[in-house]
């Protein structure tokens, strides 16, 4: 029996930071021996920002090499980048015609977003929830994991399935679902930690990047916002003091009551540096491999070649059974 489905993919805007692997590649890899797997480097997504050419594709070989290195099996896992299969653009025309501006408009962001953008925001921009349906209907599939900042654009995806196949027939696209779980959903900035750990956050020092040292790491562990009490709690009004526990907790597995009774008696500088500690211990290992990659670009380019194949494959079927359903003459 052929195994439910699942995509989901990143974009190389930049080097991967711990939100990323938190949110979505630690699930991709738990994930993957139940599901046939579709993880992809979203170098198309990336162009609706401005991009240096060199960095990008640096970038994407350095998105690959992580998935690789986090534990992502290419023998079973089909692992490419987004412009080696036409597919995801030829569907996203095809959506750019039946979505709509007033859900676009809603999408909270393409509002943040465009607000950085100064004057000339790029309609790619506009229209990137489209592509973005465009690579998950493709693969007709089941499960999405991604972290809760991308549970809008896989709800419009939803909404997107539900009308072709209402227009079309129910054979005409699948109906995917979100997997958004656990403390590693939202890791938040260590500097402003009531805004998401980003890859282009203004000020570095508060984004953990998987490329940064131990050293790096530490320092920037150190200088995280808390707040000014010292009792280490899990409350809302405590999201400094949450966000590191929520950090722990999702590498860990332990709860964040557990750890919270870890530290009684203890300061915020404990939590700090033990967190800064679990981190690098896990990071550690995927740096050395994504390293260790990223020297053999003939054995990367080998699995990209592989995985575009397969995923060729299957975005070519559902491509003509979409031509066929609009109307196209094929
Ligand atoms: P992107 O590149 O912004 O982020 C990649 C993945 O990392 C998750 N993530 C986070 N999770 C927890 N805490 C954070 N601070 C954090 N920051 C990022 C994101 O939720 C995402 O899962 N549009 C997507 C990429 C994409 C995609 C797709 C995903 C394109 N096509 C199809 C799934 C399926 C994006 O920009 O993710």
């Not at 196949?165 to 656990?182: A, N, Q, R, S």
């Amino acid at each position: 029996m052929q195994k439910p489905i699942i995509l989901s993919g990143i974009q190389p805007t930049a080097k991967l930071t711990l939100g990323n692997y938190l949110g979505a590649v630690k699930n991709w890899v738990k994930l993957q021996n139940e599901y046939l797997c579709y993880y992809m480097a979203v170098d198309q997504h990336a162009i609706t920002v401005k991009q240096d050419p060199v960095q990008l594709r640096q970038n994407t070989l350095f998105a690959v090499a992580t998935y690789l290195a986090s534990g992502v099996d290419p023998k079973t896992s089909h692992i490419f980048v987004q412009s080696h299969v036409p597919q995801h653009t030829q569907l996203a025309w095809i959506l750019n015609c039946f979505g709509y501006m007033g859900e676009l408009n809603r999408m909270t962001q393409f509002k943040d977003k465009s607000q950085s953008s100064g004057k000339n925001i790029r309609v790619g921009l506009f229209t990137y929830p489209l592509l973005m349906a465009a690579d998950i209907l493709l693969y007709d599939t089941d499960l999405v994991p991604v972290g809760d900042d991308q549970k809008q654009h896989v709800e419009l995806t939803r909404d997107i399935a539900q009308r072709l196949c209402g227009l079309f027939g129910d054979d005409t696209v699948k109906e995917p679902k979100p997997y958004i779980t656990g403390p590693g959903a939202r890791v938040m900035d260590l500097l402003s930690p009531d805004r998401k750990m980003s890859k282009s956050a203004e000020n570095e020092k508060g984004t953990i990047f998987l490329a940064d040292t131990s050293k790096q790491v530490e320092k920037k562990f150190k200088q995280a916002v808390t707040d000014s009490g010292t009792e280490v709690s899990y409350s809302e009004d405590k999201l400094g003091v949450r966000n590191l526990i929520d950090i722990q907790s999702a590498i860990t597995g332990r709860s964040p009551d557990e750890i919270v009774s870890s530290y009684e008696g203890k300061m915020y500088g404990h939590l700090k540096v033990e967190t800064a500690a679990i981190v690098n211990e896990e990071l550690a290992p995927i740096r050395a491999e994504t390293e260790r990659y990223l020297n053999d670009p003939g054995e990367l380019e080998n699995i990209l070649k592989q995985g575009a194949e397969k995923a060729r494959e299957h975005a070519s079927k559902t491509i003509e059974r979409i031509y066929r359903k609009v109307g196209f003459h094929i």
